[in-house]
């Protein structure tokens, strides 16, 4: 297939990642005239949380798109959720959503949906760009933004913390994006080939207590250690008593995520991985 002329850009799906954020209101027109044989739209995603530096107004909207069916009234990103679910089902386009993570993720892309042109964009930019790495996170209940679509990718950069303007962060995003526009604007078959991926296969949650209170929390030798592999015993928390506590593994993984501030509502301290290499 020849790749899509339409791409919609959405950044500020989280109001407290400002890279994506200014990546939409500073550069759109400067893209615009790099890319003329595309169709691009570049969308502010979540404003009001933006105004608020916070993830989010009322609820995530990165994970909205899972209720888009029931009524909530009160929130905002439902509403939002919304008006992106019927301009995206307006007709075929590639959805690109940039977000930035405080892990050590580097430059990072996330895939959902096993469609070609997806890993063969992913396989270009693995090639033009240094340490950029491939995540599968399949999103059966298409609860992300860039699901929505069956062709699109998130866009993960970081460490950087929130509501600032890091410079690696937003210079490593603006490469990514043209990156992806400069395959999609390429493409025009779908060569075979192969492209390295990061599988996702366990979630590992901090220690807790039996009120749910977090016990430990990411040992001081594995915070930054996104992508660093772990095969058999390893040690990823100490306890607020000084104790460190080992975990193991039966294969080589991959922790990516590590210590994200956004997750510890949920008490996600990382993910594990398996890292292949994808035929194309």
Not at 156 to 177: F, K, S, Y
Not at 242 to 257: A, H, M, N, Q, V
């Amino acid at each position: 297939m020849r790749p899509l002329k339409k791409v919609i850009i959405f950044g500020g799906t989280h109001g407290n990642e400002w890279t994506g954020i200014f990546a939409v209101k500073k550069y759109a027109e400067e893209l615009i005239k790099e890319f003329p044989e595309l169709d691009l739209h570049f969308i502010l995603a979540n404003p009001e949380a933006f105004q608020l530096n916070r993830r989010f107004k009322h609820e995530d909207l990165n994970r909205a798109f899972q209720f888009i069916h029931e009524e909530r009234p009160d929130s905002y990103e439902h509403q939002q959720a919304l008006k992106f679910k019927k301009m995206i089902d307006q007709e075929a386009c590639f959805v690109l959503d940039l977000h930035t993570t405080t892990s050590n993720m580097g430059n990072t892309i996330i895939i959902s949906h096993n469609q070609p042109l997806n890993f063969h964009v992913a396989s270009q930019l693995v090639q033009n760009l240094k340490d950029t790495r491939v995540i599968v996170s399949p999103d059966p209940n298409k609860k992300y933004l860039a699901s929505q679509s069956e062709f699109g990718m998130m866009i993960e950069v970081g460490p950087v913390a929130n509501g600032l303007i890091d410079a690696v962060a937003l210079e490593g995003t603006l490469q990514l994006i043209k990156e992806v526009l400069r395959a999609l604007s390429t493409l025009t078959n779908l060569t075979s080939g192969s492209v390295e991926i990061y599988e996702e296969i366990e979630d590992i949650f901090y220690p807790q207590d039996e009120a749910g209170q977090i016990t430990a929390y990411i040992h001081k030798d594995f915070q930054g250690n996104d992508f660093k592999a772990v095969n058999g015993e390893y040690k990823p928390f100490t306890t607020f008593k000084g104790e460190e506590l080992r975990l193991s593994t039966k294969e080589e993984l991959y922790p990516i995520f590590v210590n994200e501030a956004a997750y510890y509502p949920t008490k996600l301290a990382f993910t594990l991985c398996r890292k292949r290499t994808l035929k194309l």
